[in-house]
């Protein structure tokens, strides 16, 4: 292996293949697609096996695809938006100390009212789904979990829209595989707020979700991340650009699928940085 390729890991358990066949004969029985065979064995391993459960991400994800166009609203139309209208919107973060993946987005800094057509709002959600994609670019990831970090610096009421939260619930719950072990508030606003916002999401989140989101100072994130990978504008040592690990990423999530669809099964590929 040259200098300027790594290693990804896609092996999967015995288990895991028997939750994999055992959704794959599913869905096919059904006449339920799915993207890819790393997206199939994404969503096994998700559902830990469980075949309803499984056939409803399938479900669901096909779903917010057709509703959202992303056969035509493709990556680089996602992501030129967010570059274009919102780039403050999105930010790195580094591994937290159990190997999960995440990224951090700024929402006291996003107005959701700048999204006016319904063009716009599929570029927003397309560049959602490919931040998930980002999160999970090998079955090792898939498998270990992500998190999400949400500065609320400056949040207001001017900030919330139901309307766009569902949209975005709805990309990632029980449709894109995806587990979220939590979701860490950085600088939340006022209590009654922070409070009321929370009540509100309580109607379209499941339970276990709003169980995982957890205030927390500066300061306390270091429970969480080692020094190196915390965002450097928070006192710590993590400066990578959000961009350049995002592709970094989805040149990884492709390199999955790529070899997964190639008939060699699920195992470690070199992929060229």
């Not at 580094?94 to 987005?105: R, S």
């Not at 080692?226 to 970094?248: C, M, N, S, T, V």
């Not at 999955?256 to 099964?265: D, K, N, T």
Request: a positive charge; charged letters at 25%; glycine letters at 8%.
């Amino acid at each position: 292996m040259s200098s300027n390729e790594m290693l990804v890991g896609n092996e999967m358990s015995e288990e895991e293949k028997g939750w994999m066949s055992a959704l794959e004969e599913a869905a096919k029985a059904e006449g339920v697609s799915w993207d890819s065979r790393f997206f199939l064995a994404s969503v096994a391993i998700v559902t830990k096996g469980d075949v309803k459960k499984g056939l409803l991400r399938l479900r669901n994800w096909k779903k917010v695809c057709e509703q959202y166009d992303f056969k035509n609203v493709g990556e680089k139309h996602g992501t030129q938006w967010i570059k274009d209208h919102a780039n403050s919107l999105v930010f790195s973060v580094g591994q937290d100390k159990n190997g999960c993946n995440g990224y951090g987005v700024n929402l006291g800094s996003f107005l959701p009212s700048v999204l006016k057509t319904d063009y716009e709002m599929q570029c927003y959600l397309r560049a959602v789904a490919d931040n998930m994609r980002h999160n999970t670019p090998t079955l090792a990831h898939v498998r270990r979990g992500s998190f999400f970090f949400v500065e609320l610096k400056g949040y207001g009421w001017r900030n919330f829209s139901m309307t766009l939260d569902k949209k975005v619930t709805s990309v990632y719950q029980d449709a894109y595989p995806i587990k979220v072990k939590k979701i860490l508030i950085v600088n939340p606003p006022a209590l009654s707020l922070f409070v009321a916002i929370k009540e509100i999401c309580k109607v379209f989140v499941k339970k276990k979700t709003i169980d995982r989101v957890a205030p927390v100072s500066p300061e306390g994130l270091s429970q969480y991340f080692e020094h190196d990978q915390i965002p450097a504008y928070l006192g710590g040592g993590y400066a990578q650009d959000f961009w350049q690990k995002r592709d970094e990423n989805l040149k990884i999530h492709r390199a999955s699928v790529a070899e997964m669809e190639s008939g060699s099964g699920p195992r470690a590929a070199t992929v060229s940085m």
